[in-house]
């Protein structure tokens, strides 16, 4: 009596739980919740961004005297080289339209580009030492972005603070000197690349051409006596700027 009644609990048991099991596969699965996925910011050139920039400058100064309206002849080359080192800093803000990017900048920078040349004529020589202390420009910006790369041409107008020095000697020795520090006008023009390493952070490279003409100093020892100057050089920069904002 016992085994057989032992036998119909365990069948009881064994069809209670085959029971369970198919009502629970008949239940709706619970699927596991999707995956939250940030959005990756895009890169825009858009926004304002300061930086600093260094360089190297050459270039050709040419050099005319006049007394009065008479162009005075020198013996030797009325043309002289110069060179030196250029830093700074630059502000600017661009927009960009699909792949075009423009903007303006502004930028200023010590200079020490310089020159020291002797002209001769026939009656005396003038020895001229002359410096660019600072110089800036003010200019516009226009490229192609390829997503975090600029490629970019500019241009506008540029400043430089000259002084010179002249010495002016004849056979007997020297006649006297004369000195100015003024600032002049003219213009630059160039093209650059620069790439975007962080939504904030850009590096780039630029080269510039920049000329100043025909500026003019009085000579307070030669009477009537006039130096005119045209001079221009090339630039090469490299510089890192912060843009403000991360889109």
């Avoid at 596991?32 to 926004?47: M, R, Y």
């Avoid at 300061?50 to 190297?56: A, E, F, H, L, M």
């Avoid at 003019?216 to 890192?240: I, P």
Wanted: glycine share 10%; hydrophobic share 45%; proline share 3%.
């Amino acid at each position: 009596m016992k085994p057989r009644l032992l036998g119909l609990l365990a069948a009881t048991a064994l069809t209670t739980a085959g029971i369970s099991v198919a009502s629970a596969a008949d239940l709706p699965s619970r699927a596991a919740p999707a995956p939250i996925i940030a959005p990756v910011p895009v890169f825009t050139w858009t926004g304002f961004y300061v930086g600093g920039q260094v360089g190297y400058a050459w270039g050709e100064s040419d050099t005319g005297l006049f007394v009065g309206t008479t162009p005075v002849v020198f013996t030797t080359s009325d043309d002289s080289d110069l060179d030196g080192f250029v830093g700074g800093v630059h502000a600017g803000y661009n927009v960009q339209f699909g792949s075009f990017v423009v903007g303006v900048e502004a930028d200023i920078e010590a200079a020490g580009i310089d020159n020291d040349v002797t002209f001769t004529t026939a009656n005396f020589s003038i020895a001229r030492s002359s410096e660019i202390n600072f110089q800036g420009s003010l200019r516009a910006r226009a490229g192609v972005a390829f997503d975090r790369a600029l490629i970019y041409a500019t241009g506008g107008l540029a400043f430089a603070n000259f002084e010179s020095s002249y010495e002016i000697s004849d056979a007997l020795g020297v006649i006297g000197t004369d000195s100015f520090d003024e600032t002049q006008w003219g213009w630059t023009l160039g093209a650059g690349v620069e790439y975007a390493f962080t939504n904030n952070l850009t590096a780039r490279i630029e080269y510039r051409y920049t000329q100043f003409e025909e500026f003019s100093n009085t000579s307070t020892v030669l009477a009537d006596a006039v130096a005119e100057e045209d001079l221009d050089f090339h630039t090469v920069r490299v510089g890192v700027s912060y843009k403000f904002g991360t889109y």
